[in-house]
Every structure is written in C-alpha cells, then in structure tokens.
C-alpha cells in the first residue's frame, strides 16, 4: 500500500507541475484548465491523506500541511473544507505532531466553536501534550475546559462522551 500511496503522491506532484507550464490559449481552455488545476489540488490532497494515514509514511507531515493548505485555499465547499480540517489534524496526531494537529482543531472551532468532535478532539490532544510536557498542568486545565465544553455540547449518544467525562475526572484529582 505504502508503494501505491507514495505514486499516487509523485502523479499529483507531477500533474501540478504540468499545469503550472501549461498556457490556455481562449476562454473555453481557461475554464478548463482552472477546473483540471482545481481537481489536481484536491487529488494529491486525498493522496497525502492516504499516504500518511494508511501508507505508514509518517515523515511527510510538511509535505502533507503544504497540499491540504493549498487545498483550502481553493475548496469553497463549508463542509468539505471542515471535513479536510479533520483529515489533516488526524494526519498530524498520528505523526506525533500534536501541537499541530491542536491548531487544526481550534482553527475549527473559531467557524465552529461548538463542534463536539473539534472540542473533544482539542481536548484529548492537550492531554496528550500535557504529557509529553512534563506533566503540564496549564495543558491539562486547557483540556479539562474542551472537554469540558464537549461533554456540555454533545449528545449523550456520543462515542467519545463517557472517556470524556472519565479524563475530566482523571485530571481533576489528580493534577
């Protein structure tokens, strides 16, 4: 898979590059040309997110941030340009770069403050950094407020709400 996912990466490279030379000579292949140029940002897009999450490449997370970003600035869909914010902080929470994929999440919640994936998401990764930081009590007091604020928001019904509860509790007695 790894193989495959690493080719899908180098084509889309590629066809972006091609389009970046290409020179539309009337309006009909302008058109043309934006639409093809729009379909290879989102492609090599869906090929870093596969190559990251399922090709077990975990060192192109740069490469990764440049194609998604580049993908925002060209999705005008709300929910696709959302469910691409979760993608790429996924991407970077699996690659241990959690201080990364945290400001995915709040990039989220700035459009979205009540979004109980983002918050619970925020809050499980401030765990996580808290953790790595030396027991940071400051870090888990932010996360205790998201998850806080998740389990206020999300219905009960929501996969992530007991563990919620359950680090809430965790962290209050015992930081």
């Not at 093809?36 to 490449?57: C, H, M, S, W």
């Amino acid at each position: 898979l790894k193989n495959d996912t690493q080719k899908a990466v180098e084509i889309s490279d590629k066809v972006l590059e091609m389009l970046k030379t290409a020179t539309p000579k009337d309006e009909q292949q302008k058109i043309d040309y934006e639409a093809q140029r729009i379909l290879a940002v989102k492609n090599r897009k869906d090929a870093y997110f596969l190559l990251t999450k399922y090709g077990g490449e975990r060192t192109k997370s740069k490469e990764a941030v440049g194609a998604y970003e580049e993908y925002f600035v060209i999705e005008t869909v709300p929910a696709d340009k959302l469910k691409g914010r979760f993608e790429l902080a996924e991407i970077l929470i699996g690659m241990g770069q959690d201080e990364l994929g945290l400001a995915e999440y709040e990039k989220i919640l700035v459009e979205s403050p009540d979004n109980p994936d983002a918050l619970a998401n925020a809050g499980f990764a401030l765990v996580n950094i808290g953790f790595n930081n030396n027991e940071n009590k400051e870090k888990f007091q932010l996360a205790s407020n998201y998850l806080q604020r998740f389990v206020d928001v999300a219905p009960d019904t929501h996969k992530d709400k007991a563990a919620a509860k359950e680090t809430i509790e965790t962290l209050k007695s015992s930081y």
